[in-house]
């Protein structure tokens, strides 16, 4: 989103080769020390749908009284020995699945652990658009958040020392009310939630609450789900966000903490730097950093049911000369359910977009 520090994606890229490679395999129990080792190797691929077969390897001379087999905290069966069990995947959210084997013996348990990654397990469709309308916007907002409710486009802005939130007219792109956050804030998601407008931060781990009549700040609170704050939305029920991984974070409406997530994946990888959210008709709309293309997400399993290519919605020929477009990308969608159109725009973009996405 944001000019995210290359270190910083260098360590947690290190961090997640390390929780797939060095979980694998073999564990001493300290009070045997027999080996005991578990199948799949960690990090092997799956797609939803496959049916993985657990095993753990146990010495000649080991006889278990049992060996109790659980997927996070989730329990998946008992084995009285060292046969498979199948595991199936058509219902599991996708992304990283932590694997857990608990050996009995003489009233003692062990643990031997590995991990599998879960994907789609078909492709995405593939989407295009057609824009039906264009509406100005405001070349100064680094647009980080954006909804549209009861005739008013609200937006929330980054860029320290220029972050806002504000309520924008449609037509003529301009606020209509504006409240500027603190220079030491980076403006991130937002979302109207009943009388409230909830916005995020980038780094600076805090969230504001805003009065939606006027844009007044009523409180803060601390944010300390994911990496970093990026985008977010509302589906009546809970609130959604992301961090600048593959995850999307459920936070209560109310008290702003985690009470769950998803991971986003295609049928080939795990999709990181999931930005801006929308929710549409029972689905999660994302865009992708510096991608000019957006996600349908399903809210449930993290699947990426279709792509949208938006790569000529604006032309690089119509951009002008000396802007930094590698940061001042696509971001920005917000659906009005009334009319069930489909606003989107860009970082420092001129024109807002009335889109209808279709099947290529």
Not at 268 to 283: Q, T, W
Not at 307 to 334: F, Q
Request: proline share 3%; with cysteine.
């Amino acid at each position: 989103m944001k000019k995210m520090n290359n270190k910083l994606k260098i360590f947690f890229a290190a961090g997640l080769l390390l929780a797939l490679g060095c979980n694998s395999c073999k564990q001493k129990p300290a009070d045997n020390g027999a080996d005991y080792t578990i199948s799949p190797e960690a990090g092997t691929t799956y797609k939803a749908g496959d049916v993985v077969k657990v095993k753990v390897g146990l010495p000649a001379d080991t006889k278990p009284d049992s060996v109790v087999y659980m997927m996070e905290e989730t329990r998946l069966g008992v084995a009285k020995d060292s046969s498979a069990i199948s595991v199936k995947t058509d219902s599991i959210p996708l992304g990283i699945k932590l694997i857990t084997a608990k050996v009995y013996q003489g009233g003692k348990s062990q643990d031997v652990t590995t991990n599998i990654l879960l994907l789609a397990g078909k492709a995405p469709e593939a989407y295009s658009y057609k824009v039906e309308k264009t509406y100005p916007h405001d070349t100064s907002s680094y647009t980080e958040g954006l909804e549209y409710l009861d005739g008013i486009m609200y937006e929330s802005t980054g860029d320290p020392g220029h972050s806002t939130i504000r309520k924008n007219n449609l037509e003529t792109g301009k606020a209509i009310q504006l409240t500027k956050l603190g220079d030491q804030y980076f403006g991130e998601g937002l979302s109207v939630v009943g009388d409230k407008v909830v916005q995020l931060t980038y780094r600076e781990k805090v969230g504001f609450v805003y009065d939606k009549s006027n844009l007044k700040l009523l409180k803060t609170f601390t944010n300390n789900v994911g990496v970093e704050g990026w985008g977010m939305c509302f589906d009546g029920k809970k609130l959604y966000m992301d961090d600048s991984t593959n995850k999307i974070w459920f936070l209560d409406k109310d008290t702003y903490r985690q009470i769950g997530s998803i991971e986003v994946c295609d049928d080939k990888a795990k999709i990181d730097s999931v930005n801006e959210l929308e929710y549409i008709s029972g689905k999660l709309y994302a865009n992708v950093y510096q991608k000019d293309e957006i996600l349908v997400i399903n809210p449930k399993t993290g699947a990426v049911e279709q792509k949208i290519d938006m790569k000529n919605l604006y032309p690089e020929s119509e951009r002008p000369a000396g802007r930094d477009w590698g940061n001042n990308v696509l971001n920005g969608i917000a659906y009005d359910a009334a009319t069930k159109r489909i606003f989107v725009t860009g970082k420092k973009w001129p024109k807002m977009y009335q889109v209808k996405f279709m099947k290529q």
